[in-house]
């Protein structure tokens, strides 16, 4: 199994919704990692889980919230987004020397 | 720290001839390299990758990168284009000591018939 899972694949949420991105991989990867991408834009990095431990914090707004519950999930929890958080959320995971594998992404919404 | 920096924003080459796009990276360690496609609204997919072993290496598609150390350099070339080349395409960087995965602006690749 070599796939990165993600769910749901389109969100459209209000700004004062409470939602969560979730992503599922069986590959015993240690690191796991949130991207975010905007139109015709590479993906930026957002946070890296390393042994299930946060390892990476881009600076993001406190309106987003990683979680790894174990070492094949990942999550991220929406809250009081803005209309230009409006993006493709990507997952993926890696191995340590290994390339990342990416899920089909969570296109989201905020209206 | 890392970065990666491609030098083209838009290559258009004509169908059966020569790609190259450019990447230039800058890192503190030993990185790995890699070269990612994207086709218009679908995932990334890997096209091949360099982690410290053959500094030329072949990858799907007909793809390949060489690894040049002395120039920090790790272009991407394929012989003949083909049209279900047009894509957009990253070349990406990761240092192994802290799993930071860097993606360079990216090139898109038209391909005229």
């Known amino acids: 199994d070599t796939e990165v899972t993600q769910t749901p694949k389109h969100l459209v949420m209000g700004m004062t919704n409470k939602k969560s991105l979730k992503c599922e991989q069986h590959?015993?990867?240690?690191?796991m990692y949130w991207y975010k991408q905007k139109a015709k834009k590479p993906p930026e990095l957002m946070f890296v889980?390393?042994?299930?431990?946060?390892?990476i914090n881009e600076s993001v707004p406190s309106r987003f919230s990683p979680e790894c519950p174990n070492s094949s999930l990942l999550n991220l929890h929406l809250h009081a987004l803005q209309p230009e958080d409006s993006a493709l959320y990507l997952c993926?995971?890696?191995?340590?020397?290994?390339?990342?594998?990416f899920g089909q992404g969570t296109r989201l919404t905020v209206v | 720290a890392q970065s990666v920096t491609q030098l083209d924003s838009h290559v258009s080459v004509s169908e059966g001839t020569p790609v190259l796009l450019r990447c230039n990276y800058s890192s503190s360690y030993s990185p790995s390299l890699f070269w990612y496609v994207q086709h218009p609204n679908k995932g990334l997919q890997l096209l091949l990758k360099?982690?410290?072993?053959?500094?030329l290496v072949k990858g799907i598609n007909g793809f390949e990168a060489e690894f040049k150390k002395s120039e920090t350099s790790f272009h991407l070339t394929k012989p003949s284009a083909h049209m279900s080349d047009a894509a957009e395409y990253f070349c990406v960087v990761k240092e192994t000591s802290y799993d930071k995965v860097i993606f360079g602006p990216g090139t898109s690749l038209s391909v005229i018939p």
């Open positions: 590959m015993g990867h240690r690191a």
């Open positions: 360099y982690t410290s072993a053959a500094t």
């Open positions: 993926a995971s890696s191995h340590q020397q290994g390339e990342a594998f």
């Open positions: 889980y390393s042994y299930e431990k946060l390892s």
